[in-house]
């Protein structure tokens, strides 16, 4: 096969989330581990750092892979799911897995896959770890999919892991409550293991302090060992106060990530920085620096309130559960505009319900869905969100609506776009 074939066997033939939601989703490791040993168990070849959460674990885990590349290490970075190509899943310094890889992969390994059906997650976990481990990378950051527990990404045995925050997402299949919630994300706590809690939670913290005793895994709750403070942005890079706790100089970091909901990763980040010098890897002050400043450009990360277009100001942002859109709405306040657009799509599995309620009513709204099964039809997404007071019109492709809301706008006006992460990816501009 070639590659476009690959890719077309890869996502209908092994069943993929991203596309149909539940029936792709599996609670059990058992295929993932199949897979890693009829490989080898490259999982065990190269050092990592476990990265999960409900929100910022993306971001979290791209600061991080700058950091470690700015030091001159050989970095692989794994996160999901992709915007643009199946290929930005599986980086090394920043540079996504060559086609060409991704073809002998699945054409060496097609006949075993065949006989454990594994979904697509499992697979392109799997898929990353070999590449990876051939690779010889000297560390790598792994984002975990869903949960934590039984997310295919829980076969490693990291140097380190962190739990950026928890909030109510995945609900079907993680509890309904932020406590039964917080005991998958927990499953990737480690013995022996440092685990760094970014955001502490009073629901949550119990939990977590329990499961790292059980497991005699160090804990970090990030934010009471650092306090960021709310900076100032310039372009694509904001200027973030920090102080660590008991110690009185204020420093500051430039964030090449804007967004107010950045902050709240930041903590993580840092102490993770100052920590990983204890696991073997000394960081300098000018990698940390340099590292976070220039995140976008080393790693390629996107679709973190991004600015699009200036005239009329255009951002996209691919938050999609009520914590994110709680950020976002609030960051949306903050900038001056004459009118706000929204142009919204949502998946079908998702609480629509919850972040339509957090929506301004006087905004004026564009209704689209991503072409994928799981996408909720625009017209049905514009009929339920009209039960909040939120009115618009209906424009299924995506790049239609941002069309129409553009030539619609003023140039004082802002353009928000997202959602759902899906939205933000078939943007053409992007």
Same mark, same amino acid.
């Given at each position: ?46 050092? +990592?750092?476990?990265?999960? %959460? ?30 643009? +190509?199946?290929? /930005? ?85 993680? %509890? ?14 480690? @013995? ?32 009471? /060992? ?144 991503? @072409? ?16 909040? %007071? ?21 140039? /004082? ?18």
């Amino acid at each position: 096969m070639n590659y476009q074939e690959t890719l077309d066997y890869l996502f209908h033939a092994l069943p993929m989330f991203q596309r149909i939601g539940a029936a792709a989703f599996k609670k059990d490791l058992g295929p993932t581990l199949q897979l890693c040993k009829h490989l080898g168990d490259p999982q065990d070849r190269f050092k +990592s750092i476990h990265v999960g %959460g409900t929100n910022g674990k993306g971001s979290t885990s791209h600061c991080l892979a700058s950091v470690l590349q700015a030091q001159g290490y050989k970095v692989g970075l794994y996160t999901s799911p992709h915007l643009k +190509s199946f290929t /930005e899943r599986i980086r090394i310094n920043g540079q996504p897995i060559s086609e060409e890889a991704v073809v002998d992969f699945v054409r060496d390994n097609m006949e075993f896959m065949e006989t454990i059906k594994p979904s697509f997650f499992e697979m392109t976990v799997a898929l990353a770890f070999d590449y990876f481990a051939k690779e010889r990378v000297d560390v790598a950051v792994i984002e975990v999919g869903m949960g934590g527990r039984l997310d295919s990404t829980n076969v490693i045995r990291p140097i380190m892991s962190i739990i950026t925050n928890i909030g109510y997402d995945h609900m079907e299949f993680l %509890g309904d409550t932020l406590q039964e919630i917080a005991v998958e994300k927990a499953g990737i706590i480690k @013995s022996g293991i440092p685990i760094i809690i970014g955001t502490s939670q009073p629901e949550t913290e119990e939990v977590f302090v329990k499961t790292a005793a059980e497991r005699e895994a160090p804990i970090y709750f990030a934010d009471r /060992e650092v306090k960021v403070r709310r900076g100032t942005s310039s372009g694509q890079v904001q200027t973030v106060p920090y102080v660590w706790e008991y110690e009185l100089v204020q420093s500051e970091i430039h964030l090449g990530l804007t967004g107010d909901y950045q902050l709240a990763n930041l903590p993580a980040i840092l102490l993770a920085c100052r920590l990983l010098p204890a696991w073997g890897f000394p960081l300098d002050e000018s990698a940390i620096t340099r590292g976070l400043r220039e995140v976008v450009t080393s790693t390629g990360l996107k679709g973190r309130w991004q600015r699009m277009c200036e005239n009329p100001l255009t951002i996209c942002d691919t938050g999609h559960n009520v914590d994110a859109f709680e950020l976002i709405v609030r960051q949306l306040r903050q900038i001056s505009y004459r009118r706000l657009w929204m142009v919204m799509g949502m998946v079908k599995d998702k609480d629509a319900g919850s972040v339509l309620a957090l929506l301004p009513k006087d905004a004026s709204y564009v209704f689209c869905q991503a @072409s994928i099964p799981r996408a909720m039809p625009a017209a049905e997404l514009a009929m339920h969100a009209r039960g909040f %007071g939120l009115n618009g019109k209906v424009v299924e492709d995506v790049n239609e609506a941002l069309e129409w809301a553009t030539k619609s706008a003023h140039s /004082e006006d802002l353009i928000f776009v997202g959602g759902s992460t899906f939205v933000v990816a078939e943007l053409s501009e992007l």
